[in-house]
Nanobody, 121 residues
Framework: QVHLVESGGALVQPGGSLRLSCAASGSIGSINTMAWYRQAPGKERELVAAITGGGSTNYADSVKGRFTISRDNAKKMVYLQMNSLKPEDTAVYYC???????????????WGQGTLVTVSS
């Protein structure tokens, strides 16, 4: 059984920083693209950042220059460093990964449970 678990969400003031973490666990064969999504109240879930197995990254225009996605393949973790936070960054953040179980030949898209980030004075 494979799981993704996020952590690091908190209440932070505008201009502050947070680092979100997501750990994959279980009998994992391999992990391809990993990503962070977010969903604000009344809004659709949107892609924030993604990183491929080869290290290529992509960011939403709204977070370019402020957020950085990274991964540690040995630890099977993905991170999102969030700097210069704005109130509009307030959302539940979800990690996502395309993961193949050790016992499977196919990749599945897995989601974490979400972690709340609130940016407010």
């Amino acid at each position: 059984q494979v799981h993704l678990v996020e952590s690091g969400g908190a209440l932070v003031q505008p201009g502050g920083s947070l680092r979100l973490s997501c750990a994959a666990s279980g009998s994992i064969g391999s992990i391809n693209t990993m990503a962070w999504y977010r969903q604000a109240p009344g809004k659709e879930r949107e892609l924030v950042a993604a990183i491929t197995g080869g290290g290529s990254t992509n960011y939403a225009d709204s977070v370019k220059g402020r957020f950085t996605i990274s991964r540690d393949n040995a630890k099977k973790m993905v991170y999102l460093q969030m700097n210069s936070l704005k109130p509009e960054d307030t959302a539940v953040y979800y990690c996502n990964a395309d993961i193949r179980s050790y016992y499977s030949t196919t990749f599945l898209k897995l989601w974490g449970q979400g972690t709340l980030v609130t940016v407010s004075s």
